[in-house]
């Protein structure tokens, strides 16, 4: 008998799997196109990254925030023996991620028009299957698919810092990947774990299946203390190393440095998302107890983390540094944010990963740009370029804002609710935000200020060319989201606002409660019929 895919949605076709599979689709045929055909090659990319894209778009228009159960649902018996599943799903919170996924990997593919003159037709393939494998974590309601997909990312990231990266790229790849696959090595321990405990209960309490790492049915039973500390820790260090935080950051500046642009936009975009999309997913529904007691213990690796790298930012003098350790100061904040385990907190970490994504992707684009130009990251090497290039100039300054949060822009709205949050959870972590804000506004100003003003004294400055059209179609779109989210952003929280609620119900209950179906209780109208 063959299993049947069932879905939750009135499409009438496997979408998730369509946007997570294209990508994956267009490296296949990559393969078999000659590689001398580069512009071909290219295009095929690019016509594929667009296609998961627009199916992203399509299904995002027929997402419904009107209920809290997981949509658009595909389930698969995979490994019937073990309790494994080929199951996918969303709900507001990874259908953005997905959408952010789609479309960094779109823009990037096509900031390589130039960049990328050697092995094209590997660095495709590596930049369609790295999107493959991301989409899958985000889409993964099988905690077995999830760490399938959360391994394999590894090493097409690792392939595009090594072939295409700068001067030590090899030794940044190494570094990259042996710490991420230490990352991932400690979490199995933490799964096994979780799927054991599952079952014993399903033992004691004589249910049909025995096994299973179906993560809505993971998220019912009830773990005891003393495993939640061990699996925690094991499952967290995987998470943190990701992130990354405060001490496993070391690999992130390497990795940025000498990875190129395309690889750079994507591993800030949306792979260090992973780490913490982990603790969203896994960590928090199904340690609910032990992730409330560490909150004290993840804020202030928050906080470090908050200052540290905006300290160190300060005293960079390589463009691309200085954006990688802003990435630690800003992944301090979204931590922080989300384990206030406040509805507002919660929501502003949630949109703060969506408002890094843009605003730090874009400044690498642009520090892309800049580096395609002259061939130098120094910011020494730069001054008055906004004489030279005023289109560029002004672009600049918006993304700049954007990153240090002005009014207006979409950085304000998710910096304000983690403040709003973090003062009705303890006013201590909301003047630590405060002094990271102003850290953050202090040496992003100073990078514009040093690249783009002042006077254009260097020969080899004043013979730059503005953008030209495919450039300003890699930026525009992050401009357009970036006022958007800011002077609207409505629409973004009410997407995630049912998987919020969810995620705080989750995230407080006590212990015996851990048998109850884990969505908001307090909630009306609240859809259980289809979270199995």
């Known amino acids: 008998m063959i299993p049947s895919i069932t879905y939750q949605s009135q499409l009438g076709f496997p979408g998730l799997s369509i946007i997570t599979f294209t990508p994956l689709l267009g490296a296949l045929v990559i393969m078999f196109i000659n590689q001398e055909r580069k512009q071909l ?16 778009l399509y299904i995002f228009t027929q997402f419904s925030t009107a209920g809290h159960s997981m949509q658009f649902v595909e389930k698969y018996s995979w490994i019937p023996s073990l309790g494994v599943s080929y199951h996918l799903g969303v709900d507001g919170i990874s259908i953005l991620l997905i959408l952010l996924t789609a479309m960094l990997d779109a823009i990037s593919i096509l900031s390589t028009w130039k960049a990328i003159t050697e092995r094209v037709k590997e660095f495709m393939i590596c930049m369609l299957i790295l999107e493959t494998c991301i989409i899958g974590v985000f889409v993964s309601l099988d905690l077995f698919l999830f760490y399938m997909f959360w391994e394999v990312m590894l090493v097409p990231m690792y392939f595009i810092i090594a072939l295409w990266g700068g001067e030590r ?14 990352g991932s090595l400690v979490m199995i321990p933490g799964i096994l774990l979780i799927y054991f405990n599952y079952h014993q209960y399903a033992l004691q309490h004589n249910l049909s299946q025995l096994y299973t790492f179906n993560l809505l049915k993971l998220y019912t039973v009830p773990i ?14 995987g998470f943190a190393i ?23 936009v994507v591993l800030a975009g949306v792979l260090l998302k992973v780490g913490i999309y982990g603790f969203l997913r896994i960590s928090i529904p199904i340690l609910p ?18 200052v540290y790298g905006a300290a160190l930012a300060l005293a960079q003098t390589d463009i691309k540094r200085l954006i990688a350790y802003s990435s630690v100061s800003h992944m301090g904040f979204i931590m922080l944010g989300l384990f206030l385990f406040n509805q507002r907190g919660l929501e502003g970490g949630i949109l703060q990963m969506i408002n890094h994504g843009l605003s730090t992707s874009a400044l690498f684009l642009i520090a892309g740009l800049i580096y395609e130009r002259r061939h130098t990251r120094m910011i020494a090497d730069f001054g008055g370029l906004y004489h030279q290039l005023p289109v560029f100039g002004v672009l600049f300054a918006i993304v700049t804002f954007s990153s240090i949060g002005l009014p207006g822009l979409n950085g304000f709205v998710g910096e304000f609710l983690i403040l709003l949050g973090a003062f009705e959870a303890n006013a201590v972590y909301a003047w630590f935000l405060v002094l990271g804000i102003l850290l953050g506004a202090a040496y992003t100003l100073w990078l514009y200020q040093r690249i783009m003003m002042g006077k254009l004294d260097n020969p080899e400055n004043q013979k730059l060319k503005d953008l ?19 002077l609207y952003p409505t629409p973004w929280l ?12 989750q995230a407080n209950r006590p212990l015996d409660l851990g048998a109850s179906p884990q969505i908001p209780l307090a909630v009306e109208k609240v859809d259980t019929e289809n979270w199995f």
């Open 41 to 56: 090659i290219q295009i095929t990319a690019l016509t594929f990254a667009v296609i998961s894209l627009i199916f992203g």
């Open 169 to 182: 790229r090899l030794y940044s790849a190494v570094k990259f990947f042996i710490y991420t696959l230490i």
């Open 224 to 237: 005891p203390m003393a495993k939640q500390f061990w699996i925690f820790i094991t499952l967290s260090l």
């Open 242 to 264: 990701k992130v990354p935080l405060v001490p496993f950051h070391t690999w992130l500046p390497d990795a940025h440095t000498d990875a190129p642009t395309a690889g750079s």
């Open 289 to 306: 107890q032990i992730s409330r007691q560490a909150v004290p213990y993840i804020a202030v690796v928050a906080i470090i983390g908050i």
């Open 468 to 486: 030209d059209a495919r450039e300003l179609v890699t930026l525009i779109p992050f401009i357009i989201l970036m006022f958007w989210i800011g």
């Open 494 to 505: 009410n997407v995630m606002r049912p998987a919020v609620e969810t995620l705080v119900v």
